[in-house]
């Protein structure tokens, strides 16, 4: 099975964080009997995303991919495998909640750690 990884976020594109998922998934897959031909650092970019989603999909029986989503208006992660796939996004608000509250209990971890 051929396998493609792409990591997502524009820290990554400008050296502020090294990718040590790719390093990690490239190694978990070869112990599977896996072989990883392909591994793609792209910014947060809807059309880089896309278009590297795009061409993994070809060559690729498997394409995992990492970062790139979180709770903010900047991830566009989501929007871009919806447009690689030429699907529509559907909003579940039923998970409204559960995504507010994670959130609101992260940044008041973070206050009492004095981050």
């Known amino acids: 099975m051929i396998c493609s990884i792409i990591s997502i976020g524009t820290e990554l594109n400008l050296g502020l964080i090294v990718d040590m998922n790719s390093k ?9 009997g896996m072989e990883c031909r392909c591994m793609y650092t792209v910014g947060d970019d809807i ?16 394409v ?17 495998v919806a447009r690689s796939l030429n699907i529509k996004l559907v909003r579940d ?3 409204n ?3 507010v509250k ?4 992260r940044k008041k971890r973070k206050l009492l750690k004095g981050c």
Do not use: H, W
Not at 24 to 32: E, F, M, N
Not at 47 to 62: A, F, H, N, R, T
Not at 64 to 78: A, H, I, K
């Open 24 to 32: 990690y998934i490239a190694g978990s897959v070869a112990d599977l």
């Open 47 to 62: 059309d880089d995303i896309s278009d590297v989603l795009k061409q993994s999909l070809e060559c690729s029986d498997l």
């Open 64 to 80: 995992m991919v990492n970062g790139g989503l979180g709770p903010t208006d900047d991830d566009v992660t989501r929007r871009a």
């Open 93 to 95: 608000k039923s998970l």
């Open 97 to 99: 909640d559960t995504s």
């Open 102 to 105: 994670f959130v609101r209990d």
